[in-house]
């Protein structure tokens, strides 16, 4: 291991100053801080033991009564050992590359903007021990993805089984991505890949994965993949893949052996971090409160072009992705929670806080509401208030089983007996029971739909025939689509061989 000049120095004066003060007991030191530097101990452990050591150095110039050895020795115990650890990680950290065994030249972590390679403070602890690491900077294309992660594991091995190899790198990517075709794989980002990804091109990488010496990846794959995505997708700007060309890391010292690596793996993989996202009610409301005050700095009301364009900054500014349609789901299911809110609270009297605790428990159903608002669910309700607060009631009574219950609705609205059952829902006191006649009053309208849609077949087709009949030539020419007629000629096409198949060809020649 070379040490420069000035770190050298600077361990040296210090293992001089153990012999100034007393021959006796400078080859105790002098070993102490040897073995320090080459097999580094915990914080604690140094703490414990240089402490005592200088503690004895002071009772050593004590009893020779040499005046300048006590003045070198004087000041906080804590500060002089502070100032020795400090020396010894300086030297861990001063590795020169050429002297490093060649399998440990791969990744090296180096100084970025600023930021210098040194000790990770305090040091972290992994399953209940200490393990001692470097922070710093690596490139992200140097890291390569670990294909030893089990996550990855089934997908290993199908592909070493279809191809006889391990994947490449960028095959490894591939596999984690979706883009790898293979029996039983979803086509979807599997691993949340690309959320991932935009989450890092607005913040960075907020945790920092955590390397072996020799740069496999012990904990942060998906991570490094967001990164690579980052770096090899039109969809983000130029400082968003400045921000992912270089990943913040720990990285083990020499010094770690295979139980630090195990727990490593076990504590972050294994073990839960206990963090609980933020519910969709509260991310919804933050986007529909930033949305409002766009609004209101808009000098008029903008088009649905400037709108689009306000959604997409919106969408990038929360990490929602290139698109708009979460944006615009959020928008749309708060409107209705807060409408909601409004008349429960307005009109039902009911505790504030108690309604806006039922709006979050039971928000993921506003987007079923929401939907729809020419022929769906919002559409009808949006058609009769007596309906939407009937609908709003059986909400806060948590009268809707699931969401089936919810898209219903639409059907339910013209079925006189399956809404008297929702009438009958609403004022009984035992809610499973209301959820029985709300499943009830769903099925019985459904079933008349399906009777409508059967036993109203010749009447509609009478009604359209005679339409079709009685407009005019050139309405074809000037009035309808080409692709409405496009669409005309497939359907007469579709009728013509059901004829055939049902009345014979014969049928056809009238």
């Known amino acids: 291991m070379s040490i420069s000049d000035d770190i050298k120095k600077e361990f040296n004066a210090l293992i001089e100053k153990a012999r100034h003060v007393s021959l006796d007991v400078s080859g105790e030191v002098e070993e102490i801080l040897k073995i320090g530097r080459e097999n580094p101990l915990s914080r604690d452990e140094a703490v414990r033991i240089l402490s005592k050591v ?13 005046k300048k050895a006590t003045e070198s020795l004087k000041g906080d115990t804590l500060a002089l050992v502070e100032r020795i650890i400090a020396a010894r990680d300086r030297i861990n950290n001063s590795i020169a590359v050429d002297e490093l065994p060649q399998e440990y030249r791969d990744i090296l972590i180096q100084s970025h903007n600023g930021i210098k390679v040194g000790p990770v403070r305090p040091s972290p602890w992994f399953h209940g021990k200490e393990v001692p690491m470097n922070s710093g900077f690596v490139k992200t294309t140097d890291i390569q993805l670990w294909e030893g992660n089990e996550r990855l594991d089934i997908h290993l091995r199908q592909f070493h089984r279809r191809h006889g190899r391990r994947p490449t790198p960028d095959e490894l990517l591939d596999l984690m991505l979706g883009k790898m075709q293979m029996p039983g794989v979803s086509k979807d980002d599997q691993f949340e890949i690309s959320i991932l990804a935009r989450s890092i091109a607005i913040n960075g990488v907020r945790k920092p994965p955590i390397l072996d010496i020799d740069g496999t990846v012990l904990d942060g794959n998906r991570r490094i993949a967001a990164c690579y995505y980052i770096l090899n997708n039109d969809e983000f700007q130029s400082d968003q893949k400045q921000r992912a060309e270089y990943i913040f890391v720990w990285q083990l010292t020499l010094h770690a052996d295979d139980d630090d690596r195990r727990r490593v793996v ?43 364009e306000m959604k997409r900054g919106l969408s990038q500014k929360y990490a929602l992705g290139p698109d708009t349609s979460v944006v615009n789901r959020y928008i749309k299911m708060v409107e209705w929670a807060n409408d909601f809110e409004t008349y429960c609270v307005s009109e039902r009297r009911l505790d504030e806080f108690e309604v806006k605790h039922k709006a979050d428990y039971y928000f993921q159903y506003f987007d079923e509401l929401s939907k729809g608002t020419t022929s769906g669910v919002a559409y009808f309700l949006g058609q009769d208030e007596a309906f939407k607060h009937l609908a709003f009631d059986l909400l806060f009574q948590g009268k809707f089983n699931n969401w089936r219950d919810i898209r219903n609705l639409k059907h339910i609205y013209s079925n006189e007996e399956a809404r008297a059952l929702l009438l009958r829902a609403r004022e009984e006191p035992n809610v499973e029971e209301a959820q029985d006649m709300v499943e009830d009053a769903g099925r019985i309208a459904t079933l008349k739909r399906a009777e409508t849609r059967t036993y109203g077949a010749n009447t509609r087709i009478e009604v359209f025939t005679k339409w079709l009949e009685e407009l005019p030539i050139k309405a074809f020419r000037d009035d309808i689509r080409p692709d409405t007629l496009l669409c005309l000629l497939k359907a007469l096409k579709l009728v013509e061989r059901q004829v055939e198949k049902v009345l014979g060809k014969e049928a056809l020649k009238l």
Do not use: M
């Not at 503690?55 to 009564?65: D, I, N, P, W, Y």
């Open 54 to 66: 200088i503690e004895t150095l002071r009772k050593a110039v004590e009893q020779l009564g040499d």
């Open 266 to 308: 076990v504590s972050l993989n294994f073990e839960p971090d206990y963090k609980i996202d933020w519910p969709e009610y509260v991310k919804a409301g933050k986007v529909h409160e930033e949305w409002q005050a766009l609004l209101a700095l808009e000098p008029r009301a903008p088009g649905p072009r400037r709108q689009a």
